[in-house]
């Protein structure tokens, strides 16, 4: 859409905000946080928002005045106040990275930004930062309120400062943000889906949600679409009927809205670089290439693996011992799908153990994926076995849960301070803030709490967690060293001013937290323990990512032992052998890469791809099985 | 503005003497306090068994000067510490 825009002579800029960008992948040129002119094409630069640096510089031009606020407005010390604003708030480049696409939309250098968003799940998130922005600037307005009255009484009058202008700059920042979300004349939002049961789910969700959000979707996309094959093919034929099936399906959702589908045929060779982007582009302004016309049954298709692909131990992919096991990757690839059928696998060949299954990715899809109702009670499948339950975290609930035990703390020390009214308010107003990381962050507390049991239920032998698209299963991953921080950064305040105040319940309940927290951050590094399952496709972007996310694993010493390759294989239509081979290659390249990168190789699996798609439990039951090693390399 | 300051603070310290010598609550707390230092790392094991043991001893003796009992043994397992148990269930994953 990019090139599109660029065509028409406007000054364009392509944006990733996603945090594991693959944009410059995709354009086939590296690109920084700094808008760089994309090669060969006039008038397009392109960009992968950095969140965390842009977040840095945001808060280090203003980090004085906060601080000054902070100081005047609570009772706690400039040492306080320091270490509390040095702290990362978990999940807040989310923020930065709305920030930044403000900054670059009023820059007034650029007359179109296509934005290359972050998951579902995340971006919906995204969409709703400029009323968690209006919400801080509250927050520092009440501390700052406490000063100009003072001053007031004092002086007789007041008059704004420097403090006031900043937080004033924040909140008109933060409305003009969300207006300009919220115009049609200024954003379009284009929502690019597969044709597939699954990812139409996740659309309707997603859309639903964006529209009690008033914010307006221009049109839906729909990529990948099979074209008809030369011959018969079971493969294309197949998928040729699910895919027409899920686009009607999408078509009666959508009905009524007035929205616009276009739609995107797969390509032979995964399009990457300008040409082939240009290529692709053309589709979306004729009126696109459509699903088949016939209905009918779908024949069930299994593609066959290479031949030499070995079969392989269920204690190789889930050893007994194993507490904790987080199925991540790209977007689209899998995970919910593997995640589930591992679950479903130990659960059924280990009656012993209670297994959880749960699902951190706010656009859930386990429920979808075993065609079963789930919600945030966890509980078995209908049919499925006693020892498995299957949760769908309910983030906003679990922070409500967690604010309302520390606001009790923090009720009962105010009671000590005896504090102002407008203290005690501005205490509340900040606990009403649901941070920007708060999905991530319920889903921590909800292993170590599954893990280790609570009153009311006997703890999970395993964790099978569903995590949401790399990004922020890295940042879920990053979770509880920040929060602990944050707890330890609380509690030693706490202690400080113990002689004069006391600590009440509040230190209580925060050091059960940090106990918990200290405990999962031991188990996460342990590689006897925990694991993380990395689920990939056979085809160049996904094999990007994957090397990255090893990379990033690696670094934050969380063991990553498998690497699962989904949907590999294909039909017998001259397509289809073409697609098998290019596979082969990809999944060579990327054992090469694996070797080459780490000292303990991880494990590669293939897993066959399916038509229809694995979904329902009996269909998931036998999907593990079907996993095999790649044959090894052939002999001269 | 001044004068009620003071005020303050001479009520709080008498408050606290008046806590130090006849609430149990506040030994309770102190006990948390030396909890959270532990887990901080402000303190080390030994540090803490020492304290753990002083304040516990301290605890009894209020209990039976109250009780006017005769002394029972207590250990740090059967006392339950501001919502916070002294055992921690759930500590062992292995």
């Given at each position: 859409?990019?090139?599109?825009a660029?065509?028409?002579?406007r000054?364009?800029?392509?944006?990733?905000t996603?945090?594991?960008?693959?944009?410059g992948?995709?354009?086939?040129?590296?690109?920084?946080?700094?808008?760089?002119?994309?090669h060969?094409?006039?008038?397009?630069?392109?960009?992968?928002?950095?969140s965390?640096?842009a977040?840095?510089g945001w808060?280090?031009r203003?980090?004085?005045?906060l601080e000054?606020?902070?100081l005047?407005?609570t009772?706690?010390?400039?040492d306080?106040v320091?270490?509390?604003?040095r702290?990362s708030?978990?999940?807040?480049d989310e923020?930065?990275?709305?920030?930044?696409l403000?900054?670059?939309?009023?820059s007034?250098?650029?007359?179109h930004?296509v934005v290359?968003?972050?998951?579902?799940?995340h971006l919906?998130r995204?969409?709703?930062?400029?009323a968690v922005?209006?919400?801080?600037?509250?927050?520092?307005?009440?501390?700052q309120a406490?000063?100009?009255?003072?001053?007031?009484?004092?002086?007789?009058?007041?008059?704004?400062?420097a403090?006031?202008?900043?937080?004033h700059g924040?909140?008109?920042?933060?409305?003009?943000?969300?207006?300009?979300?919220r115009d049609?004349?200024?954003?379009?939002?284009?929502?690019?889906?597969?044709?597939?049961?699954?990812?139409?789910e996740e659309t309707s969700?997603?859309l639903?949600?964006?529209?009690?959000?008033?914010?307006?979707v221009d049109?839906?996309?729909v990529?990948r679409?099979?074209?008809?094959?030369?011959a018969?093919?079971?493969?294309?034929?197949?998928?040729?009927r699910?895919?027409?099936?899920?686009f009607v399906?999408?078509?009666?959702?959508?009905?009524?809205?007035?929205?616009a589908?276009?739609t995107?045929?797969?390509?032979?060779?995964?399009?990457r670089?300008v040409a082939?982007?240009r290529?692709l582009?053309?589709?979306l302004?004729k009126p696109?290439?459509r699903p088949?016309?016939?209905?009918?049954?779908?024949a069930?298709?299994t593609a066959?693996?290479?031949?030499?692909a070995?079969p392989?131990e269920a204690?190789a992919?889930?050893?007994?011992?194993t507490?904790?096991?987080?199925f991540?990757?790209?977007?689209g690839?899998g995970k919910?799908?593997c995640?589930?059928?591992?679950?479903?696998?130990v659960?059924?060949?280990a009656?012993d153990l209670?297994v959880?299954?749960?699902?951190a990715?706010?656009?859930?899809?386990?429920?979808d994926?075993?065609?079963?109702?789930?919600?945030?009670d966890?509980?078995?499948i209908p049919g499925g076995p006693p020892?498995?339950l299957?949760r769908e975290l309910?983030?906003?609930?679990?922070?409500v849960?967690?604010r309302d035990?520390?606001?009790?703390?923090?009720?009962?020390?105010?009671?000590?301070?005896?504090g102002?009214?407008?203290d005690?308010q501005?205490?509340r107003d900040v606990?009403?803030?649901?941070?920007?990381?708060?999905?991530?962050l319920?889903?921590?507390?909800?292993?170590?709490?599954?893990?280790?049991?609570?009153?009311?239920?006997?703890?999970?032998?395993l964790?099978?967690i569903?995590?949401?698209p790399?990004?922020?299963?890295?940042?879920?991953l990053?979770?509880p060293?920040?929060?602990?921080?944050?707890?330890?950064?609380v509690?030693?305040?706490?202690l400080?001013?113990?002689p004069?105040?006391?600590?009440?319940?509040?230190?209580?309940v925060l050091?059960r937290l940090s106990?918990?927290?200290?405990r999962?951050?031991a188990?996460l590094?342990?590689?006897a323990?925990t694991?993380?399952?990395?689920?990939?496709r056979?085809a160049a972007?996904?094999?990007?990512?994957?090397?990255?996310?090893?990379?990033?694993?690696?670094?934050?010493?969380?063991?990553?032992?498998l690497?699962i390759v989904?949907?590999?294989?294909?039909?017998t239509?001259?397509r289809?052998?073409?697609?098998?081979?290019?596979?082969?290659?990809?999944v060579?390249?990327l054992?090469?890469k694996l070797?080459?990168?780490?000292?303990?190789?991880?494990?590669?699996?293939l897993?066959p791809?399916?038509?229809?798609?694995?979904?329902g439990?009996?269909?998931l039951?036998?999907?593990?099985d079907?996993?095999?090693?790649?044959p090894g390399?052939r002999?001269r | 503005?001044l004068?009620?300051?003071?005020?303050?603070?001479f009520?709080?310290?008498?408050?606290?003497?008046?806590?130090?010598?006849?609430d149990d609550s506040?030994?309770?707390?102190q006990?948390?306090a030396a909890?959270?230092r532990?887990?901080?790392?402000?303190?080390s094991?030994?540090?803490?068994?020492?304290?753990e043991?002083?304040?516990?001893?301290r605890?009894r003796e209020?209990?039976?000067?109250?009780?006017?009992n005769?002394?029972?043994?207590l250990?740090?397992?059967?006392?339950?510490i501001?919502?916070?148990?002294?055992?921690f269930?759930?500590d062992?994953?292995?």
């Open positions: 859409m990019g090139l599109l660029a065509r028409t002579g000054a364009t800029l392509i944006v990733s996603d945090p594991a960008p693959s944009l992948d995709a354009l086939k040129q590296r690109l920084t946080r700094v808008p760089r002119p994309v060969g094409v006039a008038h397009l630069h392109a960009v992968e928002v950095d965390a640096l977040l840095a808060l280090k203003r980090r004085g005045l000054q606020i902070a005047r407005g009772w706690l010390d400039a306080d320091a270490r509390l604003l702290l708030l978990p999940g807040i923020i930065a990275g709305l920030l930044q403000g900054e670059f939309a009023e007034g250098r650029y007359d930004i290359d968003a972050a998951p579902t799940g919906l995204m969409l709703g930062m400029p922005l209006e919400g801080l600037a509250l927050v520092f307005d009440r501390m406490k000063h100009r009255t003072m001053v007031e009484a004092l002086r007789g009058r007041w008059t704004p400062d403090a006031d202008a900043l937080l924040i909140d008109d920042q933060a409305r003009r943000l969300g207006a300009m979300l049609p004349g200024q954003c379009l939002i284009a929502w690019v889906t597969l044709p597939e049961r699954l990812a139409i969700d997603a639903h949600v964006l529209n009690g959000q008033h914010i307006t049109r839906v996309i990529n679409i099979t074209p008809p094959p030369r018969p093919c079971r493969w294309c034929d197949g998928r040729r699910i895919e027409r099936e899920a399906a999408l078509e009666k959702r959508i009905e009524t809205t007035g929205l589908l276009g995107l045929p797969a390509v032979e060779t995964e399009p670089g082939s982007l290529a582009g053309r589709h302004e696109g290439v088949s016309r016939r209905a009918g049954r779908v069930p298709f066959s693996l290479p031949p030499g070995q392989v204690s992919i889930l050893p007994r011992g507490r904790l096991v987080l991540g990757g790209k977007g690839v919910t799908t995640a589930a059928a591992a679950a479903i696998d659960a059924l060949s009656p209670r959880l299954l749960l699902s990715d706010p656009a859930h899809s386990v429920g994926v075993l065609e079963a109702a789930a919600g945030d966890p509980h078995p020892n498995l299957v309910d983030a906003g609930k679990a922070f849960t967690l035990r520390l606001a009790e703390g923090i009720e009962d020390l105010f009671l000590r301070v005896s102002s009214a407008a005690r501005a205490m606990l009403e803030l649901a941070p920007p990381g708060v999905d991530e319920a889903a921590i507390i909800d292993v170590t709490e599954a893990l280790g049991g609570t009153g009311s239920s006997p703890r999970c032998d964790v099978v569903d995590t949401a790399t990004g922020h299963a890295l940042r879920l990053e979770m060293g920040l929060v602990h921080d944050w707890v330890r950064t509690m030693a305040i706490l400080k001013y113990e004069v105040v006391g600590i009440g319940d509040l230190g209580a050091l106990k918990g927290l200290g999962l951050r188990l590094g342990d590689a323990r694991r993380f399952a990395v689920v990939t056979a972007l996904p094999r990007a990512e994957t090397v990255r996310l090893l990379g990033r694993l690696h670094a934050a010493s969380i063991a990553a032992p690497v989904n949907a590999v294989g294909a039909g239509c001259s289809c052998r073409n697609e098998r081979r290019r596979q082969q290659e990809e060579l390249a054992a090469r070797t080459r990168r780490s000292a303990s190789k991880p494990l590669l699996l897993a791809a399916t038509v229809p798609p694995p979904s439990f009996l269909a039951r036998g999907f593990l079907e996993w095999r090693t790649p390399p002999r | 503005m004068i009620g300051g003071l005020r303050f603070v009520d709080k310290i008498a408050a606290a003497v008046d806590t130090e010598l006849n506040h030994l309770r707390e006990l948390l909890q959270m532990l887990d901080l790392g402000e303190m094991q030994a540090e803490f068994d020492s304290v043991a002083d304040l516990l001893r605890l209020i209990r039976e000067s109250r009780e006017g005769g002394p029972a043994a250990s740090p397992s059967e006392y339950k501001t919502g916070i148990d002294a055992t269930e759930g062992e994953h292995s």
